[in-house]
């Protein structure tokens, strides 16, 4: 079991198809490329900056070579908006799928770079307990975890790219990975992404920073 219960994750992988063992393929979690930052509106409603979308291009170029069969992207517009370049350039549809979005916390106000980071920072120290937003650290990653686990339920067959947010993605590595959630989501630039491999979650790489 991984540090914040996502059982599932670890276990349920290598059952499916009825019991018999999944062929190796490559999760690719995907964070989301430099946003629009405007301190009136809740973060989960930024769309990309020009910047951003300039990087993604380079993320996509990045993905391509990987081979990807799917492109699946949480509902927020700058992960949408990522996921489309990205299959775009891979002569795919982006697919969305609810539950993948970031830690809930639209409610709290724009933050500076600085008390954000505490902020986090101590969500990750304390995950079963609410200190930031409407959801725990726990909540977020059993969230995160199961809809994962529902989009490589129904996209067997190939490499699945999910694009998605920083805090949701360093849970769920955490959580199948001896790495230190703060730490790790410290070195997620807009864009990075990690391959991990399914079933198993083991991490295979760790890309940071696309710019």
């Given at each position: 079991?991984?540090?914040?219960?996502c059982?599932?994750?670890v276990?349920?992988?290598?059952?499916?198809?009825?019991?018999?063992?999944?062929?190796l393929?490559?999760?690719?979690?995907?964070?989301?490329?430099?946003?629009?930052i405007v301190p009136?509106?809740p973060?989960?409603r930024?769309?990309?900056?020009?910047?951003?979308?300039?990087?993604?291009g380079?993320?996509?170029e990045r993905?391509?070579?990987l081979?990807p069969?799917?492109?699946v992207?949480?509902?927020e517009?700058?992960a949408?908006?990522?996921a489309d370049?990205?299959?775009g350039?891979a002569?795919?549809?982006?697919?969305v799928r609810e539950?993948l979005?970031?830690?809930?916390?639209s409610g709290?106000g724009?933050l500076g770079?600085?008390e954000?980071d505490?902020?986090?920072r101590?969500m990750?120290a304390?995950?079963?307990?609410l200190v930031?937003?409407?959801?725990?650290?726990?909540e977020a990653g059993r969230?995160?975890a199961?809809?994962?686990?529902?989009?490589?339920?129904?996209?067997?067959?190939?490499?699945?790219?999910?694009?998605?947010?920083?805090?949701?993605?360093?849970?769920f590595?955490?959580?199948?990975?001896d790495?230190a959630?703060?730490q790790f989501?410290s070195?997620l630039?807009l864009?990075?992404?990690?391959v991990?491999?399914?079933?198993?979650?083991?991490?295979?790489?760790?890309?940071?920073?696309?710019?």
């Open positions: 079991m991984g540090f914040w219960g059982e599932a994750v276990v349920t992988h290598g059952s499916l198809n009825g019991g018999r063992r999944s062929p393929r490559k999760l690719i979690l995907v964070k989301h490329s430099l946003p629009q009136a509106l973060s989960d930024w769309l990309l900056s020009e910047e951003g979308r300039r990087r993604a380079l993320l996509a993905i391509r070579p081979r069969g799917v492109v992207s949480s509902r517009p700058k949408r908006e990522t370049v990205i299959a350039s002569g795919l549809t982006v697919v539950g979005h970031e830690h809930e916390r709290v724009f770079a600085l954000f505490e902020a986090i101590s990750f304390r995950p079963a307990e930031l937003g409407d959801e725990t650290a726990v969230r995160f199961s809809a994962v686990e529902a989009v490589l339920d129904r996209y067997r067959d190939g490499d699945v790219v999910v694009v998605a947010h920083g805090t949701v993605i360093a849970l590595v955490s959580g199948a990975n790495v959630p703060f989501w070195k630039g864009p990075s992404y990690v991990l491999s399914a079933p198993g979650m083991g991490l295979l790489e760790t890309v940071g920073s696309i710019e």
